[in-house]
Every structure is written in C-alpha cells, then in structure tokens.
C-alpha cells in the first residue's frame, strides 16, 4: 500500500486549502474552538495494509457519526420489525435536524435513522434501562470496534450539547407526543447528546469502518457484528449518511459513509477498506469540505464507487 | 331581556339532543369524565338585562379560552412592537397542535396568539419573573373581569396537562430553539398549563365577555381595559378564536369568540353582549356542539353578526 | 360629508409620499408600466354623500378584487352546498398563488375563495357554459353594481396575464387532479385572466363596495344582491381579503377589504359607506402602499373598525 | 446459467400466488386492462447467458421506466452542470407525483429525475427542437440498448396519459412558472407521455439493463454509452428509482432498479446482469408485487446486494 500512502500525502497536501471554503460548527462552542487547519486521514485496508497521513491522531468528537454505532446497537440488540415500526429507511432532503417532515410525512414516523430524529428513537431499542447503560452499551461497541478500550465521551461537549440542544429536545418530545417515543425523553437525549460527544480519531474510525468492510468480521476471524447488520447498515449509510447530500454523493463518491459536524467521516468500503477522515471546516450540508474533497478522489483514483 | 331568556331556554331544550354528535376530549382524563349532557349558558347585557339557562353554574376548566387572557396580560404588561416581533396576527388553517408551520412559514414565528405555539410566547411578555408571579398576574386579571375574587386553577387538571403536555413542550422547546422564545421553557409551561387549567363558570365567562363588549369599562364606568387592547383583541378573536374553522364561524356566526376544548365558549358582541356556553361534546376541530349551534342560533335570531 | 372630504385630501396630501416606499407589480408588463404617483380615492356614503380625490378617475385593472365578483356570482347563481365541498371559507398564512397547501391540507381543496386557487375553483359555480358566457355574467354583476355599463376587460392586461399566468395553470392543473375542478381548465382560466383584467376606476370600486354597504340594496330600494349573499362576501372579505396579512390589517384597519395588484382596495364599512383607492406601489403582500395607509387612517378617524 | 434457470422458474411459480395482493394501476384505463396473472423475467448475463421464464416476450408499457432512458439522453446530449442546475440528484420520501416539495424544499427544483418533475424538466436537456425529434431521440436509445429496432410508444396508452395527465401539466406549469422550465410545456409533456408508453417486453428490458451493467459496452465492445454516465445512472437507480420505497429497497435488495406502474422492473447488477421483470399488480408505491418478491429473492440467493 505504499502507493496509497503516497496518493494520499499528495492529494491532502492539494485538498488542505480547500479548508478555507468551509466554517467550522458554532452551535456547540466547543466545535467552534477546533483548529480549521487539522487535517488527517487514516485509509486501513481489510487486509491489514494501512496508510495515513497528517492529524489522524488528533481527537474530535465525532458528532453524528454516533448514529451508526446507535444503528448498529439498535440492531443487534431488538426485533428488527420493532425497530422499522418506529423508524423508516427512506432518505429525506430535508435538513438532519427538521421536523416538519414529522407531522406532514403520511408514515408519522422519523424517515431514518441518520437524521437526528431516527437516532434518538432507535436509543429505546439498545439494550439497557438506564441512559448510563444504554450509554454504556453504545460505548463498549464503539471500543470493541475501534479496538480502544479508553474511548470516551468528552464530558466538556457533552455539556455543551445539553445546553444547546433545544432542537432535539423538540424533536424528542414531538416524537413522545405521537407515540414514536414511549420511555424518557431526558433519558434518551442523554445517551444521544453522550453518543455525539464520544471523541475519536481518525484511526478510531478507520478501525471501525474496517470491520464494516470486513462483513463484520474482526482480525482474528471472530465475529463482532452479523453481517446482515452490517449489509444493512452500509445500505443506510449510502441512502442517507450525508445528509441531504447522499445522493450528490452517493454520485460523485459512491462509498457508504457518515459525516458529523465535528469535521469527522467515516467510510466503507465493502470487502476492500475502511477510512477515517478529519478536517472541521464544513460546507452548508454540515459535512467536512476537505473530507469530502479527499473521498472523492479517492473513489475517483481507487474506482472504489459501489455503483 | 325577557324575551331572551325565553329564546335561550327554547333554543338549549332543541340543540341539547346535539351533544351525542360530540365526543369529549380525551387526551386529558379529567376532561373525559364531564358530563356530556351538561348544557349551560349565560347571556350578559352591556346594560346589565342578564338572561341564564341550564347548567351556568357549573365550574369547568376554560382550556383555550384562556388564551385571551394571556394575550389581554402581554397588550397589558409589554410593549406591543416586542411582542408582535415574536408573533404574527395570521389566521392558520392548521390544527391548534402544528408544529411544522413553524418550521416552513417565512416568518419563523407562531401565526397568532390564539393557536399553542403563539399562547405559550406571548407569556414571555405577561408581568412576573417566575412561573408563580405570571400566572398570578393573569389569574388576577381574569378574577377582575369576571368579579369573581376566588377563581383559581384546577389543580387536578393542571397536573393532567403536565402530565400529557409532549406536544406543547414540542412547541416549545422549538420556538426557543429559534430564538422566539428566550426564558425558561418549563416555567412557561407551567404558566400555560396553570392557565388552561382555570376552573370557571358560564357566568364567569360572561362576565368577562361583557366587559369586552363594553370595550373595556367596568360597571363603575372605570377602565379596567384599555379600549384599544380590547378592540385589538377582539380582531384577533374574531379572526382566529375558534381554531381551524375561523373563517366558516365568521360567515355563519361573526361574533368575536373563543372556544376552548373543556366545551367552554366566550363570545363578545361588541357594545351589545357578553356570552358564556358550555357544553362538553366538541366536533372535531375542538369545539362543542351544542355551543356552537346555540350562538348561531343566537346570532341569527339577534342579528349579531358583525359583518 | 365636508368634512370627510378635506380629511380625504388632508390625508391622502400627507400619504403620498409613501408611494416610494412600494414597487410595482412586475410580472405583467402592463402593470409595470403604471404611474407610481397616481393616487385617488373616493368614499360613497350610504345615504348618497361622496367625497373623492385625486387620479379617482384614472382606469386600472382590478386583478385579485375580481375574486369579490365571481364569488358574488357563484353564490348567487349555484346551491351554496356544492360550493363549499369544493373552497372552504378558513385564512391562508401562504402567499396568494400557493400550491403545497392544496397537497398538504387534509382537506385538499382551496382554503378561500380570495387566493388563486379557490378563485379559480368558484368560476365553475358561476352560470354560464363557455367561458364567454361565464365572463359575461361577471361583467353584468360589475356593471350593474358600479353602475357603468361600460366598464370592460383591458383586452392588452388580459393578453398579458394569459402569457404570464402559469402558476395559475399550475393551481388549476393541480385542482383538476384531485376533482375540484370538473370541466375545462382552459376556459376556467380565460375567465379568471378576464374578471382581473377588467378595468375600473375608485368610483366604480367604491360604488360596488356602497352597494356591499347597503346590504346589497341599490339606490332605488331594488335588491341587487340578497342580504345574505352580501353577509357572506363581506365576512370573507374580513377573513382572506387582504392576502396574508388579513390578520393584521384586521386588527389595525377591521373593514371588509379587498385589494389588487393593479394597485386598487375596495372596501366596505357596513351600513356606512364604500370605499375604492388606487395607487400602484405595493408592499411585499401585494397591497397598495398608500391605499393600505390612508384606509387605516379613515378607519381610525372615522372608527369605522368593525371590531 | 442453468441453475440461475431453475432457480427463476421455482421462485416465479412460488412467487406468482403474491399477485393478488397487489392492484392494478387504475388511473389508465388501458394499464386496467392488463393481465394480473401475467408475470415474466429475463436475468440476461453479461457474458452472455440467459434464464427467462413465463411471460417474458408479453409487451407492456414501460411508464416510469422511461425516466432511465431520458435520464441517460440528457446526460448524453448536454453539458451536466446545465442538468443539475435544475435537477438535484436527491431522494425524495414523497409521492412520485408531490408538488409541495417543489414549492418547500429551498431549492426550488426538482429532487431527482426519477420522480415526474425531475422526469419532465430533464427532457429539455434532450437533444432535439420538437416534441418528435426529442422523443425520436429517446426511442432511438431505447431500440439500441435493447437491440430492439422496432420497438415504440404503444399509441392508446399515449392518448389516455395525454388525457389523464393533469397532474403532470401541474408539475410541468409549476416548474415553468418558476423558470425550471424554458420551454413549451406541451411539448415536453407530449415526449414525457410518449416515454411513458413506450413499449416493451422483459428481454427488452434485461438487454437494456446488461448494457448498464457492463458499463455502457455492447456485445462488440463498441462504447454504447460512456461509462461515467453509466455509474451516475446506476447510483440515481439506487438511490431514487423505486419511488418512496428506495430506502427500504436499497436495505432488502440492493441493486440499482427502476420500476413502472406498467408492472416492469428494470435492474442492473454491475459487472454481473441486467434483469427485467413484469408483474402487472402493484404495492401502494406503485411497483410490482411479485417483480419485487422476485427481484428480492435473486438478490438474497445470489448475493448481488452491492452495500
């Protein structure tokens, strides 16, 4: 793999003035403390080569990514035909945090699970009664996965995020009020706004998306997710990951993947890599501008498009 | 006014069959176990006449109606350009629930004070720093209008509507998320909840529907309030007071009105009459039956029709 | 009326200057090309006294206060039942020529019969079988009414709004979709493009509206219009008559009132008098600037609010 | 292929009991007369193979189908950045035939060609000055990928979508009106209609689709399409081609389709075969019931799932 670790220098060392389109994330003041210029990528192939460049090391939180370890949690964990009552697997052009679509969309019901409705109504189907244990839950598999045991939630974020979070709260309590939600509504914002908080970096999420290329399967050959938990997920990442850009996207790039506003993205690519890209400056969608310039070339010079 | 109690008491022994074709509400427990065959009515004239039939002095919680009063208390207490910066003065053909108009109209505010979104703002703007003192300040003003120093809030149903307030802690939480509200959203609720809650009669009612007709003057030829906060707040009840069927009650009926879904109604005729109805079957917009069909009888018979 | 005479042109002398602050209609070329400065008015007592002022004599096109005339003539001419299975009587907080709200509102026909739509939508109720025929009982109602049998479509405007009336087609389109409309969209929208194309002055204006005043009585005591047609019209006058901003100009004006824009309000203090103003710049709700100023100024100088 | 042959004719004889859980598309009537019994497919290999069973050389109209082969036309004959500045590439969780979301969606602009808005305003992007050059140009594609020359629009089918197709002259007028479209809406409309009713048959449907899956080769080698316009259209198909349910299709089947209330489902698997399917019976998204079952089956039995 040396050639990618050479493709990959030479395309972020060209990409890195892209930053400067972008605007990082105000709502949560922390987001807003982040260094624009940081910019990393790890590139892990399934077969253990690997290849990256620049500030993979550095810590972020990694927003809503979070709502694929909640996918996946959610479905390892309870009835699949309980889930799909609650939450629906179509993509929506509507912005991640919109409500409207919630009382006029016929279904009733958040359209899936990669808008920031659908991923606080899966936390009710991860295992655990408490938001510390559902919280627990989400963690461990974030650590199984990205094989680091110390990954945690940054507590000063986290914070930030229940201070802000008006919009969810709203959503949360929508949803409460027409049966979608049936438990807690504080309780599951916690474990939301805890999830979106959990900091990784660029080799966390490269880990992770590895297992996911690898239908689920961990180095050792063990599994850690079914691969029809997997196979699904991927389906919902490419239909809906990038916001209401998934579809440009899933043109131009063609790899499943899921931004979040902290600069983060994390992509698969099915039986042949898995990459963690972080750059914090982002385009009006809320996805990382550098990051999506570097996926794209990369799907472009690797021919990694699924379709 | 002889005449007019004899009207009223023929007019209520015909519609009362009607109230089979209402359901109560149910959201509520304790609304669901009213009477339905409760019936009442009171007739107030500005010149003092008072015709009353049927259970008028049965006490029921004034649900909407009490919108009026939180309006009355905001024209009162606040400066009008800050409060109409925060809520339109547009009729809404949509449910007194929606959420999404708040979401997709231009403004990004409540259309009117008259639907849930617009009560629950309008309370920034009502006198009181706590929760307490606002819901003092308006149970005070309803006391004043309608002269009856021991109206208070139905504990009971308060508790109920807290209990079942997803929606409008929806609303809520919305509205602050965009800046339309700014204070605590739990002690507005609570105000708002406090405040559907009043437990009132159709005298009552009456009583404080008269001293709009009189555009504000008490018996006593003292202003109790302001002539243009009345007549604002009669254009705003005739416009949008009987939720998403305004316009028909305007064509078929035309009084300045508000009904609430505890089967209360409040109608103003200006200089003619104060009204107060109840009768617990609503129609499907929320509002009774037997209400209803009686003030039009009323307005027919009387020619009350501002039009 | 002397008095009422020289408040006219005190007043409109004041106003005027606000026509600067409006722009002209610009989607038909015509109307474009009106004089800003032009501005008259004049107010027809219901007892026969009349004050007028300025370009009161100058001819425009009347567009949307042709919805007041076809309304008249669908009631009139059709049972009111079927009417209203097709256009319902509640406000609308969307722009006049709105499409979503036909989808989205669960009654799926037009919220009133004053936005495109349910104007369009009511012609089919008006007698006649072509659209020649249609457009002439329109003119006769216009005619007999303002008492000038020569009052006509401006065949140029006409052409113009033919060519540049493809929202309306779109609304018509739509209807036909889903049942409200049953016959010929072509023929519905050359009687709508004609009825906005007919060509008045604020005399003819204030002498439809003084017969509206009148309860539909003419000068010799005939019945021009039954007194509950004239009921009717003048509530949802009241209630959609001023575009989106009905609600406000309720509360600040509170006279049945309908505008256009080609300039021209038509307004009807019941009992009292009726009003036409003309002066071209419009605000962004598509009203007249200065005829929305100076009638605010009368109703407050005259308290003609009816509320 | 001889397993992949048995294997279709145990699943379609399995599979065909599932028709009569599905209805007929009503709004045409010659769609009505179909046979609800009829029930083919062709799965064509790209090296050449072949399985097809049932009715697999009956003809039917291809409907929404056809937004492929206009879709791949414009793409062919314009400069894209032109395309997409009037089409977006997003999926839409609405009806194929909404409006709302053209007047609400800040874009402005159709969400996809896939749905008839985006369909219809694409069909400007064809080369071609007439309605007949434009739809001579689209029919000339389809005989070419389909190695069909003889292949049409089916003429009764054409005058009943001409005559039952106001819903789209409401898009159409919609979209021009806000200058998405340029052009004459006849025109465009008369070549939608056109595509819509052109005919085919399961063989012509599964050699189109195995040009799409070789990358735009033909059996000669010879470049029929470029592949780059072959991989956007293959992502579209993912990501929009089977109406609302795109998102659920993607997660249960996984393969680029796109389906026609005609009862045919086109689907490409990359690098694999091209399928065609028909099954005059439809779900309540307007695709085949059994084309689904069958298309589901295949996917699940030969692991063509591409997430």
């Not at 050479?6 to 395309?11: A, K, M, R, V, Y």
């Not at 229940?162 to 474990?191: C, F, H, P, W």
């Not at 180095?219 to 389906?235: C, S």
Request: with cysteine; proline share 4%; charged share 20%.
């Amino acid at each position: 793999m040396q050639d990618l670790q050479s493709l990959l220098e030479t395309t972020m060392k060209q990409l890195a003035p892209l930053a400067s389109e972008g605007t990082l994330a105000s709502y949560i003041p922390a987001l807003g403390r982040a260094n624009p210029a940081a910019f990393g990528a790890c590139v892990f192939g399934v077969d253990g080569s690997a290849a990256q460049y620049g500030d993979y090391a550095e810590a972020f939180t990694i927003q809503s990514i979070s709502k694929i370890l909640s996918f996946l949690c959610c479905l390892l964990d309870s009835p699949w035909e309980r889930i799909f009552e609650k939450v629906s697997l179509e993509s929506s052009p509507s912005s991640f945090n919109a409500i409207a679509e919630l009382e006029l969309h016929a279904t009733r019901k958040p359209l899936n699970p990669m808008i920031n409705a659908g991923a606080i109504a899966v936390l009710e189907f991860v295992a655990g009664d408490t938001a510390e244990e559902k919280f627990g839950r989400i963690r461990a598999l974030a650590r199984l996965l990205a094989g680091n045991p110390t990954l945690d939630c940054n507590e000063e974020v986290y914070q930030s995020e229940q201070q802000t979070g008006d919009r969810n709260r709203s959503l949360a309590y929508y949803m409460k009020s027409i049966g979608v939600i049936e438990g807690s509504v504080d309780s599951l914002l916690e474990v939301y706004f805890r999830a979106c908080a959990l900091e990784m970096t660029c080799a966390d999420l490269a880990n992770i998306a590895r297992v996911l290329a690898r239908d689920g399967l961990g180095d050792d050959g063990v599994v850690l997710i079914p691969k029809e938990v997997v196979r699904v997920t991927r389906a919902v990442m490419a239909m809906c990951g990038m916001y209401n850009e998934s579809g440009r996207y899933a043109v131009e790039v063609g790899i499943p993947s899921k931004s979040g506003v902290g600069g983060g993205i994390l992509a698969v690519v099915p039986g042949k890599m898995g990459i963690g890209i972080y750059s914090p400056p982002l385009n009006e969608h809320g996805t990382s501008v550098c990051g999506n310039a570097l996926i794209k070339e990369l799907s472009d010079r690797l021919s990694l498009n699924v379709f």
